[in-house]
């Protein structure tokens, strides 16, 4: 029997994990490439490796912009993003284009609320300053004043994007004692129902909540969202929790409230860029915990 012809040409820009290779490799028709490596393909072998392509498979660190639309020409018809999110494609060019996406959503849900809990509670408690503290010597005895942070019960906690997992957060934090789940967003959601949330203006929750937690999309209307005239609303005794994505967040204001004693502590699970850059004035601070390698993967079980 005669082989297929590969008539269609997919490039893939990264190592991907072996079940989606093997489906894309048994495909006859498809001729693949693979940037074969971990880290991020180079914007040039991008530009290369795209070019003629029919399918694009990439990942959130891949600018998808006209510029590697041109470069694809009009083969292309289909990217899929391996990503929940998709501000790194530019969707309007996409479109103008007729190119169709395909992204993943909901896969990271239960990940993304569970690593956003172990960092709030991590912040609140001053966990990685503890750690410190045993590594240089610095704790001598127990001091029942000393590194007190701050907790969940009794707290009211407002979620900024009570989306899919925004609520898989909520969920996971109420039955820490919980008093008040405020949130935020473009409009009412029915599902707030499940955590008992209050619709609340952005001002409301920013000064009334002890526990901020971003967890919305980047667009054009969120980005530089919490910035000076954000922080300077929330109550000193504040932490704020970022799971959305680096650019909500205006990172001098961030740096400036956390270190004048305007908000009390941050946990950032995204930053811009990532990861940062090691003489970053953010990484100087004491109560910032900055984003850590394991983001959002776990084994599964
Ligand atoms: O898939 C996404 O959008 C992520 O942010 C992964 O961390």
Redesign the pocket.
């Known amino acids: 029997m005669q082989a297929a012809k590969k008539i269609m040409k997919v490039f893939v820009t990264r190592r991907l994990p072996q079940e989606g290779m093997k489906i894309l490799s048994a495909a006859p028709e498809c001729e693949v490439s693979v940037w074969d490596s971990d880290e991020p393909v180079p914007r040039e072998e991008l530009l290369k490796g795209v070019q003629k392509a029919h399918g694009l498979v990439c990942l ?1 660190p891949d600018k998808i912009d006209a510029e590697v639309l041109d470069a694809a020409g009009p083969n292309l018809k289909v990217i899929s993003t391996m ?3 998709f501000d790194h494609m530019a969707l309007d060019e996409i479109k103008k284009r007729g190119i169709r996406v395909g992204y993943t959503p909901d896969v ?1 849900t239960d990940a993304t609320a569970e690593l956003t809990v172990a960092l709030l509670l991590a912040t609140a408690r001053r966990l990685p300053e503890g750690v410190e503290e045993v590594k240089n010597g610095g704790w001598s005895s127990w001091k029942p004043l000393w590194l007190c942070g701050y907790g969940l019960s009794g707290s009211t906690v407002g979620v900024i994007g009570l989306g899919r997992i925004g609520l898989a957060i909520a969920q996971r934090l109420m039955p820490f004692g919980v008093k008040r789940l405020l949130y935020s967003g473009r409009t009412a959601k029915p599902h707030a129902a499940e955590v008992k949330g209050e619709f609340v203006p952005m001002d409301t929750l920013v000064s009334q909540s002890d526990f901020i937690v971003v967890s919305c999309s980047l667009t054009p209307e969120t980005q530089g969202l919490c910035d000076k005239a954000f922080f300077s609303k929330m109550k000193k005794t504040a932490v704020f929790i970022n799971s959305s994505r680096g650019a909500v967040v205006n990172q001098e204001d961030l740096f400036e409230a956390l270190s004048s004693g305007q908000i009390a502590a941050a946990g950032l699970d995204v930053t811009t860029p990532e990861p940062l850059p090691t003489n970053h004035p953010l990484l100087t601070l004491k109560n910032c915990a900055p984003p850590t390698p394991q ?2 993967s776990c084994q599964p079980w």
């Open positions: 959130l990503s929940v999110g990271l983001e959002a």
